[in-house]
């Protein structure tokens, strides 16, 4: 088992930056067997990938390339998302994931292991 602990959200006005962070326990942790990735969901909608991580690559959703970026600190077992220029259209509830597998997947069912959401509200 992996439990994963997101902390970082908040409030912050229209073009305001917050950082995230995903911090990682449990079962041994492989640096280079795991991918992690950023969902949010916002209220009405579907879960959708925002970034993600491997050991290999990154990814940035279109909808956010250019504004956040993904990292890894393996040494403290946490991945963090910056989100810079922040948009209302931002706000939703932010998830940690992590799945057992050296690539990333970009369906919330390919994910076995989940935190427990962390609020991001961007006032225009």
């Known amino acids: 088992q992996v439990q994963l602990v997101e902390s970082g959200g908040g409030l912050v006005q229209a073009g305001g930056s917050l950082r995230l962070s995903c911090a990682a326990s449990g079962r041994t942790w492989s640096r280079n067997y795991m991918a992690m990735a950023w969902f949010r969901q916002a209220p009405g909608k579907q879960r959708e990938l925002v970034a993600g991580i491997t050991s290999f690559n990154t990814y940035n959703s279109d909808s956010v390339k250019g504004r956040f970026t993904i990292s890894r600190d393996n040494a403290k077992n946490t991945v963090y998302l910056q989100m810079n220029s922040l948009k209302p259209e931002d706000t939703a509830v932010y998830y940690c994931?992590?799945?057992?597998?050296?690539?990333?997947?970009?369906?919330?069912?390919?994910?076995?292991?989940w935190g427990q959401g962390t609020q991001v509200t961007v006032s225009s």
């Open positions: 994931a992590a799945r057992e597998m050296p690539v990333l997947g970009r369906a919330p069912n390919e994910y076995a292991y």
